[in-house]
């Protein structure tokens, strides 16, 4: 059974860093590909980074690029995205995804960690 889980979420003010930790269990890591999303309050889930197994792509939306770093560790089975400069708009839940292809559209990944919180204070 393929399992996520997601770490690493906290209270930063506004300019701090975090990192966030994603680990997948269950599947051949190095054949998935690996998403960060987020929901903040009263918003729909949108995706904001992916490290595809392809390559090693990387993708990011426009409003996390050159602020935010995402990275894999096969040997670990572990995503990391780094956080810096955080912003009050990135206050939300960040959940990880994997699937076999890299697609920061909600319904484009079929498996889900149930989340981690982080809060930028201004």
């Known amino acids: 059974q393929l399992e996520i889980v997601e770490s690493g979420g906290g209270l930063v003010q506004s300019g701090g860093s975090l990192r966030l930790s994603c680990t997948v269990s269950?599947?051949?890591?190095?054949?998935?590909?690996v998403a960060w999303f987020r929901q903040a309050p009263g918003k729909e889930r949108e995706g904001v980074s992916c490290s595809s197994h392809r390559r090693n792509n990387t993708y990011y939306v426009d409003a996390v690029k050159g602020r935010f770093t995402i990275s894999r560790d096969n040997a670990k089975n572990t995503v990391y995205l780094q956080m810096n400069s955080l912003k009050p708009e990135d206050t939300a839940v960040y959940y990880c995804?994997?699937?076999?292809?890299?697609?920061?559209?909600?319904?484009?990944?079929?498996?889900w960690g149930k989340g981690t919180r982080v809060t930028v204070s201004s």
């Open positions: 995804a994997a699937d076999r292809i890299c697609d920061l559209r909600v319904v484009g990944m079929a498996n």
């Open positions: 269950g599947v051949t890591f190095d054949s998935f590909s």
